[in-house]
């Protein structure tokens, strides 16, 4: 017996897999989703879910089992975050998305956010949004030696880095003080819009060239996965598209006579944070793991620590019940935290409705501030580190990233991939995948009195790909992503299909070569170790 009279654990008998099995199957038995005659070995194989691009999770994971070795933070391969010290002393970069073409509007709204907790910028640019020209405007009375701006203008991202560069050169703030990103991905625009890329690679290379002499903090790409995930791609597709976007700019830039170090400096990348919270957090820590196996080949391991931006998923949000979007956004939040993104942005409850008000904002905001301040999910780097299910899922999920990575490479790259169909044809069969699941949350559980909050129409609801009710029937695009948004009931959709067998709504709950003369190399699996206990 222990001191306050409880049995101590090792005074019961070892409970064994058989156990749990026979108990499982009685269950199963129970619920009709085994036969009578059906044997212990059937469990596992019944309880198994896959994900929709083919990552199988078993329903126990044990100490039994191999889990791969991660490292430690800030140092290779980065599996368990990019920074030595993580979000422990100054949390996340908690980064607020701004896109109404009012610049005094804006100005508001930024004002607001940087009040009340925001710490960057993340602006819409262009046709519809803001205004190149009111960047001034829209930025007045912003510190920017102390708030980072990203921006994103898509087929006008040199003339937004052109008025960028005037407004800082005339702000009286040092050029080293600058920091955010430009936000150039031309290969994301075309992937979005099935356009010709509106910005060609040597100008990408000039700009990057521009920031690294003379803007140590600036960036210049930003590797917009986020259009993948938007199309139907599943979370090992949208990391490879990630980094075969990724190695094409690469490529681009040691081509234009960048070192190789230099040009890893120069990216960061955008994902999408869903409310799969354990799919979300593998996602984020395999994108790591896979993105330092490119560093490692192009020999610059050290340089492998992926700038990582997490978004709060569009996909998932709906607008027949808006309200369940801030359930959404807060474990989509909360994921991306302890995931180790870098930077993190909730998605307004409202953005399907329109333009997001004040209160929607704050809410987005306070989301973040809450899990810091209170909850606490940045005081511990890398939380999930050591779960045996976490560890696997992770590793699993960066060796399917990586197999359709290399297969983008073999057809030529990420450009020829998009080109000729091979990203959208994919993409096509994984959304075709989930269209055969059935719903959850947004037809199951809305509330039938309620309406919608009225909102100031926004313009562009949806950019290209996107998976919304706004969508028509089907946006073909050969160029680019093809995706086919159906009717309203598909807008939020497991992120896992359900166990074999198991009927009702089990299951439904779970929401370079070439660069720096790389060869092609298959994914090398670290070795394995037991573990006896959690990290």
Known sequence: MSSIGFPRAVDFPAATAEQW???????????????????????????TTTSYDGVRSAPLHTRAEAVPETGLPGLFPFTRGGRASGSVVAGWDVRQWHADPDPKLTNEAIRADLENGATSLWLALGE????????????????????????????????AADAW????????????????????????WSARTGDRPPVELPAIAALARRCAAGYPRLRAVTVDATVYHEAGGGDAQELGCAVAAGVAYLRALTDAGIDVATAFGQLEFRYAATADQFGTIAKLRAARRVWSRVAELCGVPDAGAQRQHAVTSAAMMTARDPWVNMLRGTLACFAAGVGGADAVTVRPFDERLGLPDGFSRRIAR????LLLE????????????????????????AQAAWDWFTEIERAGGMATALAGGLVADRLAQ?????????PTGVTRSRASASSPPGRAPAPSACRGGRRCAAWPAAAPLRGGVRAAAGPQRRVHRRDRQPAHGVPGDAGTGRGV??????RREPFRRRRHRHRDRRR
């Open 366 to 369: 306070n989301t973040q501030a």
């Open 374 to 397: 209170e909850a606490h999910v940045g005081r511990v780097v890398d939380p999930a580190g050591g779960s045996w299910y976490v560890e696997r899922l992770t590793e699993d999920t």
């Open 21 to 47: 099995r026979r108990a499982a199957l009685g269950v199963l038995q129970k619920t009709g989703a085994a036969g009578e005659h059906a044997t212990l070995d059937a469990v596992d194989e019944l309880l």
């Open 165 to 188: 560069f005037a407004l800082t050169e005339g702000s009286g703030v040092a050029a080293p003080e600058i920091s955010g990103n430009l936000g150039l991905d031309p290969l994301g």
């Open 513 to 518: 070569h070439g660069a720096g003369h790389v």
């Open 430 to 438: 994984t959304w075709e995948r989930r269209a055969e699941g059935s």
């Open 128 to 159: 519809g949004a803001l205004a190149v020209e009111a960047l001034p405007e829209a930025l007045d009375g912003v510190y920017l030696d102390l708030v980072g701006v990203v921006l994103d203008a898509g087929g006008g991202a040199l003339a």
